[in-house]
């Protein structure tokens, strides 16, 4: 196997219950794996299910390690390598705060517009833009709005999800 670091997206059906998120990320921080995106949500009222997705990194062994020690977990249900079972659709959305006025506010929108994002708040010396799209494409803009006077990110964490019939 290879040694090369690998950027892994899986998604985690557990029961929803007091602490299975902490003992999630309990498993991470016991052997020093790093956790770069979590979202979680109720995902089945009636079966009491949620989902966590998250991102990592790690060799190839490292994720299978990862994969392995998820499995074991009592209250997880099932565990998807999305990154390794095929396409998938991976998501995100961000607010992002940027301060200026003149060019660098016009200059702004004209990203803005371009990157497809929406103004949610707009003062005389400040906007807050929404956007969604993949992580690459929200990373890019805020690259882009650095210098026009960004102040302010929050990001919500990837959402995703096999493409196709098949489900969790």
């Known amino acids: 196997m290879s040694d090369e670091i690998e950027r892994h997206t899986m998604s985690v059906l557990v029961e929803n ?3 299975v998120l902490a003992r999630v990320i ?14 979680v949500a109720e995902v089945n009222q009636k079966d009491s299910l949620s ?33 390794a079972e095929g396409a998938f659709v991976e ?22 517009d371009v990157f ?13 833009f929404e ?8 990373d890019a803009f805020i690259r882009l709005m650095e210098p026009l006077g960004l102040t302010e990110i929050s990001r919500t964490g990837v959402s995703a999800m096999l493409r196709g ?4």
């Open 17 to 19: 219950e007091p602490g």
């Open 26 to 39: 309990g498993l991470f921080a016991g052997r020093g794996y790093n956790i770069e995106s979590l979202t």
């Open 116 to 128: 497809r994002a929406h103004v949610v708040d707009s003062e005389n010396d400040s906007f807050i």
């Open 51 to 83: 989902r966590i997705n998250l991102v990592t990194t790690g060799s190839p062994m490292i994720i299978e390690q990862i994969k392995a020690q998820l499995n074991r977990l009592v209250p997880i249900r099932t565990v998807s390598d999305l990154t």
């Open 91 to 112: 998501r995100e959305l961000a607010l992002i705060k940027v301060v200026g006025v003149g060019e660098h506010r016009v200059e702004s929108l004209r990203i803005a």
């Open 131 to 138: 956007m969604t799209g993949k992580p690459s494409k929200i």
């Open 165 to 168: 019939k098949h489900s969790l």
